[in-house]
């Protein structure tokens, strides 16, 4: 089945680190993905990882994927109050091409 | 480089009604996918569509829901006889490609059924 798990809530104050959590069920998944979505609006794609990989940096974004445990991590430094969303991770697997999602973790940065 | 583009952003049908949602994909993207989004959960796949080709439609409600992606033109999801339950956001992606990396969604549309 299409099982991608994440915890609800998150509450971070501004400045600090955010770290959110995903795990995923399917070893064939080929890319992982985290996207952003705030009230009210569609999804904004923040960055994916191809399975391969075992981390990707963009500016103030980490992923972390453990293929063996299944999990992918997105790590957000120095989080603004702009950083205030929902974020899903979702993953694509070999021979497929739909996303399977998460139900989101929503982010509260607090001033 | 424009996004993938939807509209109407919003859309309030009676019971009954037809919706028809459009889609154009981004510049470059030949595939084009079909998600919904219903209120506190995630996206559910629903099509997935290249040019005059249904690909995979296996997350698509068996009655009364129909997409197509025409030769020329944008993608377009249609409801029939709108329910209460069909109220969500519908949002469309694109890739530029099977399998992808770069797949990018629409603003999406909210459906309101009253």
């Known amino acids: 089945g299409e099982d991608v798990e994440q915890s609800l809530f998150l509450s971070v104050r501004e400045g600090d680190s955010s770290v959110i959590n995903c795990t995923y069920t399917?070893?064939?998944?080929?890319?992982l993905y985290w996207y952003k979505q705030e009230p009210g609006a569609g999804l904004q794609l923040l960055t994916y990882i191809f399975s391969n990989m075992d981390m990707k940096q963009d500016q103030r974004l980490t992923v972390l994927l453990n293929k063996k445990d299944k999990h992918l991590s997105l790590r957000i430094a120095d989080t603004q109050t702009g950083d205030s969303a929902i974020y899903f991770c979702a993953e694509i697997r070999y021979g497929n091409n739909r996303l399977a999602f998460g139900k989101g973790n929503q982010v509260v940065v607090i001033p | 480089n424009a996004g993938v583009m939807q509209n109407p952003r919003h859309l309030v049908r009676r019971r009954g009604q037809e919706a028809r949602l459009r889609c154009s994909p981004m510049k470059g993207h030949s595939h084009v996918y079909w998600y919904r989004q219903l209120p506190e959960e995630g996206l559910k796949f629903m099509v997935y569509l290249q040019k005059e080709n249904i690909i995979d439609e296996s997350g698509m409600p068996k009655e009364r829901f129909s997409a197509e992606f025409p030769k020329e033109g944008p993608s377009i999801l249609r409801i029939q006889q709108v329910v209460r339950g069909d109220s969500a956001a519908y949002f469309c992606?694109?890739?530029?490609?099977?399998?992808?990396?770069?797949?990018?969604f629409g603003s999406g549309t909210r459906l309101t059924v009253v």
């Open positions: 399917d070893s064939s998944s080929t890319y």
């Open positions: 992606a694109s890739s530029p490609g099977q399998g992808m990396g770069d797949y990018t």
